[in-house]
């Protein structure tokens, strides 16, 4: 795990300004409902405890893990789809974050921050999202570690785009089955909590639980080039320079 990661990650519940909790768990449930939240329904009993999500591995269909040799990669039209999942089915982000409470998957300091911020959006419509799975090494950075807006910069040159925000606490809820050890980075635009931190979101199992967790968003954050990003297929040609995203982490 890249050591820039949210401190609290010890995988306990963390209390959080959701109304909907402090009314308890029957209000949350029914808010998960409103929402349509039917993607983890066949996993219903799913939870996202230490327990637990060694059951999930065993239950629930496996989901390749995200964890690959490490092969320089071409071009993104070279690299496979490494999970699909749905995005844009809560009605907003109070919504979504009682459906992490719901399930028990922990949500770290920064992480719980950011997504109560303004600038933490969701999809209004409901879409499928292909996500890709790739490091730093497998970018071509050839050293040990090396800054997000390198890493960014490059993904872009390749044909990679940046996920949504949204993407982070929904791969969250559609991936019960993560296996332990692995911490995926969401490849996004950082968003500043309360005191102007810019934070991104990993999505993790430590051992201790599922987990949804920020680390250091800025510019210059030294990333380890084996730690994995999620990037997803971009709506429109990246630029040729791939700088546009890079330049985007000064910016938020």
Known sequence: MDRTAD???DCRAIPHYSMGWRRGRSLAVAMISAAGILLFATGAEAQCTARDSLQNQLRLKKTPSARAPQIAITSAADVSVWKTIT?????NSLALRNALDAVGCSVGGSAAEILARPAFTLRSTRTRLDLFSVSAAELGLQTDTASLADIYARAQQLGFGLAEAEVGPQLRLQ???QPIGEFLIVAMKPIRTWTGEPVILNVANGGAGLALIGQDGSAGAQISAASRFLFAR??????????????????H
Not at 87 to 91: H, L, N
């Open 7 to 9: 401190k609290d990650v």
């Open 87 to 91: 995005i844009g089915t809560f009605a």
């Open 175 to 177: 991936y019960f089955d």
């Open 234 to 251: 971009p709506k429109t040609a990246a630029p040729a320079d791939g700088v546009e995203e890079a330049d985007a982490l000064d910016r």
